[in-house]
Nanobody, 120 residues
Framework: QVQLVESGGGLVQTGGSLSLSCAASGTIISIVHMGWYRQGTGKQRELVARITSGGSTNYADSVKGRFTISRDNAKNTVYLQMNSLKPEDTAVYYC??????????????WGQGTQVTVSS
């Protein structure tokens, strides 16, 4: 079984920065991609950023130029550096991983989420 543990959430003022980390553990043959989603109160969960093990990245239009996703394949860890934060970035941020496990079985996993609050 695979577990994802997020860290780094907190409270920051508009224009500030925050860094999130997510470490994956368990039986992982390889990681297809890892990324971050967020869900604000009363809103749908949306993709923020995603990165493959090969380094290819995708970002939501709303965070391009402000957020940077990176990974350490050896540690099965993904990071999200968030700069120039805005109140609309306030949400619970969830780590997500698509992996190949035993028998090359592909599966998707979620962390418990970490709260990011940006004050106006």
């Amino acid at each position: 079984q695979v577990q994802l543990v997020e860290s780094g959430g907190g409270l920051v003022q508009t224009g500030g920065s925050l860094s999130l980390s997510c470490a994956a553990s368990g039986t992982i043959i390889s990681i297809v991609h890892m990324g971050w989603y967020r869900q604000g109160t009363g809103k749908q969960r949306e993709l923020v950023a995603r990165i493959t093990s090969g380094g290819s990245t995708n970002y939501a239009d709303s965070v391009k130029g402000r957020f940077t996703i990176s990974r350490d394949n050896a540690k099965n860890t993904v990071y999200l550096q968030m700069n120039s934060l805005k109140p609309e970035d306030t949400a619970v941020y969830y780590c997500n991983a698509e992996i190949y496990g035993l028998g090359l079985k592909r599966s998707n996993h979620w962390g418990q989420g970490t709260q990011v609050t940006v004050s106006s």
